[in-house]
């Protein structure tokens, strides 16, 4: 962890000075209080995650870093909470006259709900479109031979293997798939999970779909990037999918074998649905924790790099063995411990550096990065002036590697940055070793990168020093 900690230093071209200064205990105190019970999780606007914002903001100040959100260390962030009532249900029709089937909420899908009406029907005949991808730099399109208009859509999660790892993870993301439905005349969306790459077992998955979803409000008081016509998805579980493709004119393994190929295919399914989604809403704040530390050099301290990490975890939620407090000292208690200890360094070095720092808190990660693009959309420091981003996502501290990885580095300058700081500290840059996970979209790094800011998120590597330690 502490060769991690030097090495987003270096990036800025920190002194070496700097890094004597990281202390290990320093980050086990911040975990130990930012995972503990009394934060109940950190979930978004929760009295939790408001102590923890108030800890994050008194470190800062501690150090001399700066209120970097217009003279507070708060950014204040208004969303729109939405929350699925189990009264939601889909009721599937199959055109040869069998009788309907009902799929319930919790049970053969999930849902976050819809995020502009409390009370929404859908209704239209179902297509499958595979990914549910248009990629005219990829030559791919699962919609070119079917047309979707005024109809609800079924695809897959996930992109093509033979993608580039930032394409495949950029066309993988829920808002690419909605907005790519939606510019199609999509009414409806559907989404699966392919078999191989279930992430978490349903109880699980059921249990993070009840604490509800956010968005953040613009000023006029709606949800940012919510399309109205195609407002909400679903997501089936096997048994869901199963009840979807009954009757179709290709077999559900031969779909299946097709989609873990990567290649398009679309075609309409003999089945009406009918989807009710019931929802309540609520309006909270939560803020982002902003601080700066100004550059040394007169020509360079109004340019900015970022260092961020998502204060926030999921919170309370059905108990697990008597326990409902998410705790997340991994996700992302360890990444703020990192960052305070990376801006302390800073803070505390004799040479400051030449360019601006913002450390940046955020909120609402686990909700869809939705503090990372508040920010990103309303910056504390005019747009242009921010230069980079350094996301910092789970330290893990089990071994020490040989390696890291950086993902997003083939994408901007940074991938420079990163290979001479590997050169620099005998280390190897390793490629993703999971890019079914798609991790360049699911970070604080995503936002930042699309309003065209170089972004980076380093994570440790998998090959061991110790022959004997298998970290993958």
Avoid: C
Avoid at 198 to 215: D, I, N, T, Y
Wanted: no cysteine; charged share 20%.
């Amino acid at each position: 962890m502490r060769k991690l900690l030097i090495l987003m230093v270096i990036f800025v071209a920190m002194t070496s000075g700097a890094a004597d200064r990281f202390r290990p205990e320093d980050v086990r105190a911040h975990v130990s209080f930012l995972a503990s019970d009394l934060l109940e999780g950190r979930g978004t606007g929760e009295r939790g995650y408001r102590i923890a914002a108030d800890y994050v903001a008194t470190q800062l100040e501690a150090m001399g870093i700066e209120p970097g959100a217009n003279g507070s260390y708060f950014q204040e962030v208004p969303f729109r909470k939405t929350v699925a009532g189990s009264t939601s249900n889909i009721v599937l029709t199959r055109k040869d006259g069998a009788a309907p089937v009902s799929l319930q909420f919790g049970e053969q899908f999930i849902t976050y709900g819809d995020p502009i009406s409390p009370d929404s029907r859908r209704e239209g005949d179902v297509v499958y479109a595979g990914f549910g991808i248009t990629a005219p730099d990829q030559q791919y399109d699962d919609y070119a031979n079917i047309d979707v208009r005024g109809k609800i859509v079924a695809i897959f999660n996930g992109a093509p293997k033979g993608f580039p790892n930032a394409l495949r993870a950029h066309y993988s993301s829920s808002l690419n798939k909605i907005e790519t439905a939606a510019a199609h005349g999509a009414s409806g969306l559907i989404t699966m999970v392919p078999p191989k790459e279930e992430r978490a077992p349903w109880p699980r998955v059921v249990r993070q779909f009840k604490l509800g979803s956010m968005h953040w409000l613009e000023a006029n008081g709606n949800a940012h990037a919510v399309n109205a016509n195609v407002s909400s998805t679903v997501s089936l579980n096997k048994l869901g999918v199963e009840a979807l493709f009954t009757g179709s004119p290709v077999k559900l393994d031969d779909v299946v074998a097709l989609i873990e190929k990567g290649e398009p295919q679309s075609f309409a399914l003999p089945v009406r649905a009918e989807i009710h989604l019931a929802s309540k809403h609520e309006q909270l704040k939560s803020p982002n924790v902003v601080g700066v530390l100004p550059g040394s050099d007169p020509k360079l301290r109004d340019e900015y790099i970022v260092y961020s990490a998502h204060l926030d975890h999921l919170g309370i939620s059905e108990p697990v063995d008597g326990d409902a407090i998410n705790n997340g000292a991994l996700d992302n208690a360890s990444g703020i411990a990192a960052m305070l200890e990376v801006a302390r360094a800073f803070a505390t070095s004799p040479k400051k550096p030449k360019r601006s720092i913002i450390f940046l808190a955020t909120t609402g990660e686990e909700k869809g990065l939705r503090g990372a693009d508040y920010f990103a959309n309303n910056p504390t420091v005019p747009i242009d002036n921010l230069v980079a981003n350094i996301n910092i996502d789970e330290i893990m501290m089990l071994h020490e590697t040989r390696d890291y990885v950086a993902l997003g580095a083939e994408t901007n300058d940074l991938g420079d940055a990163a290979m001479r700081v590997a050169k620099e500290m005998n280390m190897e840059i390793s490629p993703d070793p999971f890019p079914q996970e798609v991790f360049f979209v699911r970070s604080d790094q995503y936002p930042f990168v699309k309003r065209g800011i170089p972004a980076i998120y380093v994570y440790i590597g998998y090959k061991a020093i110790d022959p004997k330690v298998d970290a993958m």
